[in-house]
Structure formats: structure tokens, C-alpha cells
């Protein structure tokens, strides 16, 4: 692990979870914001940079910066789906390396399921969306069974090997008090629910949930000041290799080959020292896919690779310990929620779901159709 410190995350927090009828997205940011600075032991005026995504205003950091009562001296409005908050996480620490600022306050809040927008038909398709969705593609669980559906067929992988990744991730959340789904399943449990898409079942799926979450990032001068041990940004790599699922390049590679192999390169760590792994889970198949792309095992293997429960609690590679999107909560561009549990591994705040002596960590973000992605490699001193 290289020795360079110019970056931590000093705060973290969520809002309200689940469904939350009556409040904004704003409320909502604004919530996880004020727990997540009392956290780190800052407050508001402390901030001079502010990064959110989300398609909620036609330019959300400055409605949101404006609802907050902050004027930030940097702004970053990156959106790339549900990596975009891994990559704040890179934007930040290089403008703190830059000497643009000093502390970031990054958030995301969605009220999806109250408004029931899921349930809305599509808008018309616009620009290179025209060659996919007047032609039935559901959109986005379309395309991730495109991809499934390419890798059964060139690798052989099969639904009981992605069932393995929602059967595990059902087991953490079953030890956070604070995930939406909380009943054992069982991998004949996830066979048996309705098709989505085929291949994937219901259970493969993430669920559609409200809520908010921030995090707080500080040079390295005003880390040692916050409230808590600072969690040091060591790596980071982003990239995205397509928009529509025609597009991209390859149906079984994803762009964490590259975004990985970047945050690994910074960070000076190999995948053996990571204690803990927080991998984007908006369906079993993108987590299968993410694994053989960061490298933790080779094209083919991801189905042998997370058999036998191997990340489940008790396994030998600890994943998506807070239950992941798949059973915790996801409201639509969940990326933020891997960066909050990964600090909490590494602050040792876990309770019964924590992974012991957990010193590294490994985040990654993916977004649009498999269209993006974004890694972060996190440790304690």
C-alpha cells in the first residue's frame, strides 16, 4: 500500500430508507447531509465543494447547494447512473490534491418508489435511444439479460450460480437492522420467483426503494481534525465504454477491467490484502460480471468463483456486507450506500454484520447498461 495521504472520508451517513411518502429529494439529501457532518464533526460552513447526480432538476447541485445554504467554490454535477458517486470520490480527492478546496460534501437522494416512477412507460426514446426502446427492450433489465444471457451461453454459467450472489447478500442483510428485506431466501427460493427478464428471476433483482445518503470527504491537513479515524482515498479509476446496450463492446467484459486496474495501480495494493469488497448490485448478473472484470478470478469463472456461499457472512470474501441492492435498499442510483458501508467496515461500527480487523476496501460503482464504472480502493491507518 503506498504511504500517500491526501484525501478521507470523515463522514458518511443515510437518510430515511424504504419508502418515505411526503418528503423530497431534497429532504431527503438534506438529512443524510446534516448526519453525515455531525459525523465527521463539521458543519455546513465547512464545506467549499459540492457533488450530487441525480435527474431530479435540470442542475441539482445548484438547487441543492441553494437548499443547504452553501456556496461552494466547486461544483461537480458528474452523472454516469449509479458510479457516479465512486467517481466524486476520485473528483474530490484530485481537487483537494489541486489545492481547489478543502472539504467535499457529496449526496444523493431519490423518493423513486413513493412516486412510483418505475412504474411510469418510458419517455420517448431521444437521439440513440431510438434504435432500442421503440423495439420492446426494457430498459435497464433488458439489457442486464442480454448480458446474462451472453455469458450462460459463452461460459456455460447458470441461474443457480447467480443465485448463489442473492441467496449471500440476503444473509447480510439479515444482520442489518436497517435493510428493506430481511427474510432468509433460499437458492430454490430465487429460482421459483417470476421472470423479470429472462434469465433473470425476481430475486436477481435489485429492489425499488426511496432514500438519500451523503458523504464527506477532507484534505489531508483536515482529516486528523474530524470527529472519527479518517478513511484515506487510495485509488481510484473511472471510465464508461458505451450509452445503449447495442453498443457495447462486449456483453461479458465490463469497464471495471480498466477502472479497476487504475485504482489498483494508485492504491499499490493487490486484490489478496483487501479485506472487504462493496460491488455494485443491481442485478446478480452485474456483480458476476464486475468480479471477472476487476480480476478477482478469470472470464468464465465468475459462477464457480461465488459458490458454495463464498460471500456470504462467514465466507472467505466478505461482499456487499450491508445487503446490498439487492436486499438493503436501493433508490435508484445506489453507488453512494457502497461508499457508506465501506467506511463503516473500515471504522469497525459493523456490529454483528462487521468483518473483522477490516483494514482495505474495495468499492465499485457501475451505471447506466453496464455502461459505466467507477472504483475506489479505501484504508485505515
Known sequence: MKSERVAAIVGVAE???GETPG???????AQAAKAALEDAGLTKDDVDAVFTAGNWAWSPTMMLAEYLGIRPRFTDGTNIGGSSFEAHVGHAAAGIRAGLFEVALVTYGSTQRSDRSRRRPPASPQLTAQYELPYG???PVGAYALAAMRHMHQYGTTSEQLAEIAVATRKWAMLNEKAMMREPITIEDVLRSRW??????LLDCCLVTDGGGAVV???ARKAPLAAKPPVWVLGHGETHTHNTIVNMPDLTVTGARESGRRAFEMAGVTHDELDVVEIYDSFTITVLLTLEALGFCEPGEGGAFVSGQRTAPGGDFPMNTNGGGLSYCHPGMYGIFLLIEAVRQLRGECGPRQVPGARLALVHGTGGVLSSTATVILGRD
Open 137 to 139: 427492450l426494457p430498459t
Open 217 to 219: 470527504i477532507a484534505s
Open 15 to 17: 437518510s430515511d430508507l
Open 23 to 29: 418528503k423530497t429529494v431534497l429532504q431527503l439529501q
Open 196 to 201: 423479470i427478464a429472462e434469465p433473470l428471476h
